[in-house]
C-alpha cells in the first residue's frame, strides 16, 4: 500500500483556499445586511401587530435563512415601499433643517430693514449699517441716537 505524506501548509498556503474564504465572507456579509434590513422593516411598519413582530423575531432567531427568504418573498414589494417612505421623510426633514438655518439673502435682509426703516422703527443710520451687514457680511455697528 502506498501512501502519499501531504503536509498542510496553512490556510494561505492554497489558492483555492483564499478565493473560497473571500466568497464565504462576501456571502455572510450580505446575509447580515439582509438580516438586519429585514429587522429594521419590521420594526419600521406601523401597520404590523406587536405580536407578529415578536412572532418574526423569535423566527429569524431560530431558523434565520428560511425566515428571511420567507419574509422577502411576502413582504418584499412593502419593504422596499416603507424604505422610499422613509427616505423621503429624510430628505424632506433635511431640506426643511437647511432652510431654517440658512437665513435669507442679503436681498431679503435690506428689504426688511427697508420695511423697518419706512415704517419708522429704524434711523437712516441703522438702515444704513443693516445694509452694510447684509451687503458684506460684517457685524453692523449699531449707532446710538
Known amino acids: 500500500m502506498l501512501r502519499m505524506a501531504v503536509e498542510y501548509q496553512g490556510f494561505w498556503a492554497s489558492f483555492g483556499d ?3 474564504w473571500f466568497i464565504s465572507a462576501f456571502v455572510f456579509i450580505a446575509y447580515l445586511f439582509v ?9 419600521r411598519d ?5 405580536w407578529f413582530k415578536a412572532l418574526w423575531m423569535i423566527f429569524l432567531v431560530f431558523v434565520p435563512f ?4 420567507v419574509y422577502l418573498i411576502a413582504r418584499g414589494r412593502g419593504m422596499s415601499r416603507r424604505s422610499a417612505e422613509a427616505a423621503q421623510e429624510i430628505q424632506q426633514a433635511q ?5 431654517s438655518v440658512a437665513g435669507s439673502s442679503p436681498a431679503d435682509e435690506i428689504a426688511k430693514a427697508k420695511a423697518l ?3 419708522g422703527t429704524i434711523s437712516q443710520s441703522e438702515f444704513e449699517a443693516l445694509k452694510a451687514k447684509a451687503l458684506h457680511g460684517a457685524p453692523a455697528a449699531t449707532p446710538t441716537a
Open 18 to 20: 483564499l478565493i473560497w
Open 66 to 69: 428560511l425566515t428571511a427568504i
Open 95 to 99: 431640506e426643511q433643517y437647511i432652510q
Open 117 to 119: 426703516h419706512d415704517a
Open 35 to 43: 438580516l438586519f434590513s429585514i429587522i429594521m422593516d419590521v420594526f
Open 46 to 50: 406601523h401597520k404590523l401587530n406587536g
